[in-house]
T-cell receptor
Framework: DTAVSQTPKYLVTQMGNDKSIKCEQNLGHDTMYWYKQDSKKFLKIMFSYNNKELIINETVPNRFSPKSPDKAHLNLHINSLELGDSAVYFC?????????????FGSGTRLTVV | DAKTTQPPSMDCAEGRAANLPCNHSTISGNEYVYWYRQIHSQGPQYIIHGLKNNETNEMASLIITEDRKSSTLILPHATLRDTAVYYCIVRVGGDYKLSFGAGTTVTVRA
């Protein structure tokens, strides 16, 4: 009964490959997010979807493309992976009207590009 | 969002209270103070939030100064499992964006 689940937990891949990370939440939240935490440990927001509509799109290379087939799922596809993409990617969800209280994070996907 | 300033690290003895300060001198009237923590290799976890009044829940207490320019998160009886990075975040309650700074790395020692 995990609230926000991400798959895979670990991903090791070669430069130039294309990979996807999946996220699902069973909390009934209407907003989902992708965050990136690099080696310096800073957590930075990348994207946010509210009811399948993109509402936050930070300065992220267009090799990163989020997709939200429904409000319970937000996937992240990365094309032409580069060494600098190595990081931990966290998915999160929240419910409109609950502000930051309702943020629930997944356990992260550690991406290593070699 | 208003910026926050936190000490980079602090130690605490197990069983003692841990007091984590946060300065947010440019906070606006409609901005809340939120605290999250991130235990090693896990996603951030909500702890507590407040606007003006002091708040307490099962995890911690939040003390906000009268001028709202600073706050203190209190972990009443720190345990080894409280070792984590603690983030103080200030933002408007209805805003979707939750921005994290560097936080305070708290190490609880036996």
């Amino acid at each position: 009964d995990t609230a926000v689940s991400q798959t895979p937990k670990y991903l090791v891949t070669q430069m130039g490959n294309d990979k996807s990370i999946k996220c699902e939440q069973n909390l009934g939240h209407d907003t989902m997010y992708w965050y990136k935490q690099d080696s310096k440990k800073f957590l930075k927001i990348m994207f946010s979807y509210n009811n399948k509509e993109l509402i936050i799109n930070e300065t992220v290379p267009n090799r990163f493309s989020p997709k939200s087939p429904d409000k319970a799922h937000l996937n992240l596809h990365i094309n032409s992976l580069e060494l600098g993409d190595s990081a931990v990617y966290f998915c999160a969800s929240s419910q409109e009207g609950q502000g930051a209280v309702g943020y629930t994070f997944g356990s992260g996907t550690r991406l290593t590009v070699v | 969002d208003a910026k926050t300033t936190q000490p980079p690290s602090m130690d605490c003895a197990e069983g003692r209270a841990a007091n984590l300060p946060c300065n947010h001198s440019t906070i606006s009237g409609n901005e809340y103070v939120y605290w999250y923590r991130q235990i090693h290799s896990q996603g951030p976890q909500y702890i507590i939030h407040g606007l003006k009044n002091n708040e307490t829940n099962e995890m911690a207490s939040l003390i906000i100064t009268e001028d709202r320019k600073s706050s203190t998160l209190i972990l009443p009886h720190a345990t080894l499992r409280d070792t984590a990075v603690y983030y103080c975040i200030v933002r408007v309650g209805g805003d979707y964006k939750l921005s994290f700074g560097a936080g305070t790395t708290v190490t609880v020692r036996a």
